[in-house]
């Protein structure tokens, strides 16, 4: 089981490399490293030289992080296996921003566009509504589970193990023992709904090209990819969790390979649906406001994180890579975040030590 674990967060490591090799495709053409650059200059040997001493430091990064897990497998620190992926995620990031301040200096002002209030478009999430609401059924029926088989799960059961394998947290056979996983996913997944509502109703588009309503629509969709991935996500890692009571030693340590799994198949999804995605033929409804926007390059802090108190709007599409991101200039955004990272703590906060 070890050697599996180290293998998985050695397979991990790989894949978020490749995603960090590709991330800079996945950018408008106008924009290089989340800055505004002049037409043709990725193409040009000094936008390829940047690029190509990004690639670089990903790779030193990605070698050092699979080191890490070699010397933790060799010497029995199994936790560095984990710590692997954070700490290659950490270099990554350093790797962006200096991709990023070395692109600065190419940066062109961007067309001058009012901020606009945040309008009503006509949106539809992929797959439409009914898709957004699959993950509350997956949740369901893992209620339903623990429901018919209540006398199996033993009076007191782990919820939670270190490194070793020994549980270290523990609740009981009751109503918000049992059932805890599954109210939690469903929280979080109806926080991901109510963002997928936000972000196709009532969010302006902040676009790094001003081009035809066309494609801001087609680019809005696009960004919309990741919402119903990570319901689904959350719904089958919270489901899978709830029914770790009815295995036969719920005392054991479960295999990380299920989750890790479920992530790296949720990436590699995410990954070829962005690669092939190119909506054709939107246009907007009679009498859709469609605003185009070129953000000032001041307003995207490191390139990633957006930041403009002038701006109304609290979700935006993102400079790089899909999905949207907050405005952190608006209360309402660290709110957001708030609920998000207290959901994810609940779990721990509340098992039992002993």
Same mark, same amino acid.
């Given at each position: 089981?070890?050697?599996?674990?180290?293998?998985?967060? +050695?397979?991990?490591?790989?894949?978020? /490399?490749?995603?960090?090799?590709?991330?800079?495709?996945?950018?408008?053409?106008?924009?290089?490293?989340?800055?505004?650059?002049?037409? %043709?200059?990725?193409?040009?040997?000094?936008?390829?030289?940047?690029?190509?001493?990004?690639? $670089?430091?990903?790779?030193?990064?990605?070698? @050092?992080?699979?080191?890490?897990?070699?010397?933790?497998?060799?010497?029995? !620190?199994?936790?560095?296996?984990?710590?692997?992926?954070?700490?290659?995620?950490? %270099?990554?990031?350093?790797?962006? #921003?200096?991709?990023?301040?070395?692109? /600065?200096?190419?940066?062109?002002?961007?067309?001058?566009?009012? $901020?606009?209030?945040?309008?009503?478009?006509?949106?539809?999430?992929? %797959?439409?509504?009914?898709? !957004?609401?699959? &993950?509350?059924?997956?949740?369901?029926? *893992? +209620?339903? =589970?623990?429901? +018919?088989?209540?006398?199996?799960?033993?009076?007191?059961?782990?919820?939670?193990?270190?490194?070793?394998?020994?549980?270290?947290?523990?609740?009981?056979?009751?109503?918000?023992?049992?059932?805890?996983? =599954?109210?939690?996913?469903?929280?979080?997944?109806? #926080?991901?709904?109510?963002?997928?509502?936000?972000?196709?109703?009532?969010?302006?588009?902040?676009?790094?090209?001003?081009?035809?309503?066309?494609?801001?629509? /087609?680019?809005?969709?696009?960004?919309?990819?990741?919402?119903?991935?990570?319901?689904?996500?959350?719904?089958?890692?919270?489901?899978? /969790?709830?029914?770790? &009571?009815?295995?036969?030693?719920?005392?054991?340590?479960?295999?990380?390979?299920?989750?890790?799994?479920?992530? @790296?198949?949720?990436?590699?999804?995410?990954?070829?649906?962005?690669? =092939?995605?190119?909506?054709? %033929?939107?246009?907007?409804?009679?009498? @859709?406001?469609?605003?185009?926007?070129? +953000?000032?390059?001041?307003?995207?802090?490191?390139?990633?994180?957006? =930041?403009?108190?002038?701006?109304?709007?609290?979700?935006? &599409?993102?400079?790089?890579?899909?999905?949207?991101?907050?405005?952190? *200039?608006?209360?309402?955004?660290?709110?957001?975040?708030?609920?998000? $990272?207290?959901?994810?703590?609940?779990?721990?906060?509340? *098992?039992?030590?002993?």
């Amino acid at each position: 089981m070890a050697l599996g674990l180290d293998l998985a967060f +050695a397979l991990v490591v790989a894949f978020i /490399a490749g995603l960090a090799l590709a991330l800079p495709r996945f950018s408008p053409r106008e924009l290089l490293f989340s800055v505004n650059v002049r037409a %043709g200059f990725p193409a040009r040997p000094e936008g390829r030289a940047i690029l190509r001493r990004y690639q $670089l430091r990903v790779l030193g990064v990605t070698a @050092a992080a699979l080191a890490v897990v070699v010397w933790g497998a060799l010497h029995g !620190q199994r936790w560095l296996a984990g710590a692997a992926p954070i700490l290659q995620l950490g %270099g990554n990031f350093w790797a962006y #921003l200096e991709a990023h301040q070395e692109t /600065a200096p190419e940066a062109v002002p961007p067309a001058e566009a009012q $901020l606009a209030a945040p309008v009503a478009h006509p949106v539809r999430p992929p %797959g439409g509504w009914a898709l !957004q609401f699959v &993950p509350f059924l997956i949740l369901a029926e *893992a +209620a339903s =589970v623990l429901h +018919a088989n209540w006398r199996r799960i033993p009076l007191r059961f782990p919820v939670h193990w270190g490194w070793n394998g020994a549980a270290n947290g523990w609740s009981a056979r009751t109503v918000a023992g049992v059932f805890q996983p =599954v109210v939690l996913g469903g929280i979080a997944v109806a #926080l991901i709904v109510l963002l997928t509502w936000f972000a196709t109703r009532h969010t302006r588009r902040v676009a790094a090209a001003c081009g035809t309503a066309s494609a801001e629509l /087609a680019r809005e969709r696009r960004h919309l990819l990741p919402f119903p991935l990570v319901a689904f996500l959350i719904a089958a890692e919270f489901s899978w /969790a709830a029914v770790l &009571p009815l295995r036969a030693h719920p005392e054991d340590a479960p295999s990380m390979l299920v989750p890790l799994g479920l992530m @790296a198949a949720f990436l590699l999804l995410l990954f070829l649906l962005f690669a =092939v995605h190119r909506p054709q %033929g939107l246009a907007p409804e009679a009498g @859709a406001e469609v605003i185009c926007d070129r +953000a000032a390059d001041r307003y995207w802090k490191a390139g990633m994180f957006y =930041v403009n108190p002038n701006d109304p709007a609290i979700l935006v &599409p993102k400079r790089v890579g899909m999905g949207f991101t907050f405005n952190f *200039a608006r209360r309402t955004s660290w709110l957001i975040l708030l609920v998000i $990272l207290l959901i994810a703590a609940t779990p721990v906060l509340f *098992a039992r030590p002993h």
